[in-house]
């Protein structure tokens, strides 16, 4: 995960020449290109004659006819129930603009109730009308993502705790409000796109990384590839670039960073609209960790911005803050990677000399082979994080909550780093003793059970995140098969 920090630019001298390069982001100048709020509130206002502030462009002017009112469950799967236009509309008269769904919504797989959880009660799932986009990929129809509520207050609150997308919000008001940081976050995410699955599974090519036969004229996965290009552009989703990749038919895109909880509604958009695209041109797109030497991750970038002094023990490389957030990441990491790669199949990434991050929690200057690699050292303006132990499996509004809540454990009870940067060698090919002298001492687990124990047991981690997400999370995880191995299969 990039953590782009707005710090301190120190001067150079005339002579010097310039080292900063990138492109500056910062909350204030990204935009998560949704359709404007005051849109809705307009056609609300003419059908209904409820005030607001008036905008040309209601939906029925995008060509929408359909609204699919969307939530992520703990397993990482894309629910929806679609709504007519008119009935979008008359829901939009409530003071809370919901349909109403089962208690047990995050806690059922497939047909089977998970524990700690009951068929007993009802939720809301109430649109915010700010994440409404169009979707590229379905012509005809819009998204908006919800938030759980209750019907009716418990002990004066509405919010749900368990609710993925409310507790990220949650956690990224606290640092705002409580700490004065705040975060963007940029997405890379890879996939796999197959010809056919059965009787046996066929990449469209083996192309080779960052090659231009990746993108052979007159090929269905150049137009596949194009389109799912056009459609993100349609939902107003900024897509940087996109490459081929290692593995036979291997893809990367590259997301604009943007503020957590609008960077995870839009990398949730953009996976079913890679799905979807893919499906309509006869091939299936995966985001399988681990294909046969190669499978697809995801890395994130998340900056933390606001005034910040150099950090005392790395001067040079890191801010105060930046310096505390990475300790908070080296210390929890172990635990939310129970978050961050939740199945079986993500483990077979954990492992040292494929690039994927290694075995151990460190860092490293540009380096690829840790588990969190500080990029553009030297731009401060463009500095930031790549966290590389993320996968397509993982529901991303638990990532975001994961990874921001160990950092920001850091910064507010400021940690010291004590874990040195890795340099030229990563963390498996230093010594025993040269990983003790360098604060190397934790281990990644290698197992997905390992994992769940880890966050089970962090109680710092439980207190931000919430003992009783962190308690119903493991109890799903257990239970849950991948959602893109059952979009394979």
């Keep these: 995960m990039n953590s782009i920090t707005e710090a301190t630019v120190h001067a150079t001298t005339l002579s010097s020449p310039p080292i900063d390069f990138g492109i500056r982001y910062a909350p204030t100048t990204v935009s998560a290109?949704?359709?404007?709020?005051?849109?809705?509130?307009?056609?609300?206002?003419?059908?209904?004659?409820?005030s607001?502030?008036?905008?040309?462009?209601?939906?029925?002017?995008?060509?929408?006819?359909?609204?699919?009112l969307q939530w992520v469950d703990f397993s990482n799967f894309v629910h929806c129930r679609v709504l007519t236009t008119s009935h979008f509309y008359k829901l939009l008269r409530a003071s809370r603009p919901s349909i109403t769904i089962a208690k047990v919504v995050l806690g059922i797989v497939f047909l089977t109730m998970v524990e700690w959880f009951s068929a007993a009660g009802e939720y809301v799932l109430v649109m915010d009308l700010a994440s409404v986009r169009v979707c590229g990929y379905a012509p005809g129809h819009a998204a908006v993502f919800g938030y759980f509520q209750e019907k009716y207050p418990i002990s004066g609150r509405l919010d749900v705790p368990l609710c993925p997308r409310t507790n990220l919000r949650r956690i990224v008001k606290y640092a705002a409000?409580?700490?004065?940081?705040?975060?963007?976050?940029?997405?890379?995410?890879?996939?796999?796109?197959?010809?056919?699955?059965?009787?046996?599974i066929h990449p469209p090519n083996n192309h080779g990384w960052s090659r231009t036969a990746g993108f052979a004229s007159g090929t269905t996965e150049l137009?596949?590839?194009?389109?799912?290009?056009?459609?993100?552009?349609?939902s107003g989703i900024e897509l940087q670039m996109f490459h081929s990749e290692g593995a036979p038919g291997q893809y990367e895109v590259v997301m604009v960073p943007l503020p957590p909880l609008e960077a995870a509604d839009a990398l949730a958009h953009t996976r079913e609209t890679i799905y979807n695209i893919a499906s309509k041109h006869g091939m299936r797109a995966t985001f399988a960790p681990k294909f046969w030497k190669w499978g697809a991750r995801s890395h994130l970038r998340s900056p933390t911005t606001g005034p910040s002094?150099?950090?005392?023990?790395?001067?040079s490389t890191l801010t105060a803050h930046e310096s505390r957030f990475l300790a908070g990441l080296m210390t929890h990491l172990p635990s939310i990677m129970a978050f961050t790669l939740p199945i079986p199949q993500s483990y077979g990434r954990v492992r040292d000399g494929i690039w994927s991050g290694g075995t151990w929690a460190c860092w490293g200057d540009e380096?690829?082979?840790?588990?969190?690699?500080?990029?553009?050292?030297?731009?401060?303006?463009?500095?930031?994080?790549?966290?590389?132990?993320?996968?397509?499996?993982?529901?991303?509004?638990?990532?975001?909550?994961?990874l921001i809540s160990a950092g920001i454990i850091g910064i507010r009870d400021q940690l010291a780093l004590t874990v040195e940067g890795c340099g030229e060698r990563s963390g498996a090919q230093l010594s025993e003793a040269e990983r003790a002298e360098k604060g190397i001492t934790r281990k990644l687990p290698l197992d997905v059970e390992t994992a769940r124990q880890h966050l089970l047991e962090d109680q710092k981690i439980g207190e931000v995140i919430g003992e009783e997400v962190v308690r119903k999370y493991v109890a799903v995880n257990k239970a849950s098969p991948s959602p893109v191995y059952s979009r394979l299969y």
């Design 309 to 315: 002094p150099p950090s005392e023990s790395h001067p």
């Design 177 to 200: 409000e409580g700490l004065k940081t705040e975060f963007l976050v940029g997405f890379e995410t890879e996939f796999i796109l197959l010809t056919t699955t059965k009787p046996g």
């Design 367 to 402: 380096h690829k082979e840790v588990s969190v690699r500080l990029t553009n050292t030297h731009s401060p303006q463009t500095r930031h994080f790549e966290v590389r132990t993320v996968d397509g499996t993982a529901n991303p509004y638990l990532v975001l909550a994961g």
């Design 223 to 234: 137009k596949v590839l194009e389109e799912i290009a056009g459609a993100l552009a349609t």
């Design 52 to 68: 607001g502030p008036g905008l040309s462009q209601p939906l029925e002017g995008l060509g929408v006819k359909f609204v699919r």
């Design 33 to 50: 290109g949704t359709i404007a709020t005051e849109a809705i509130l307009a056609r609300m206002h003419t059908a209904t004659g409820v």
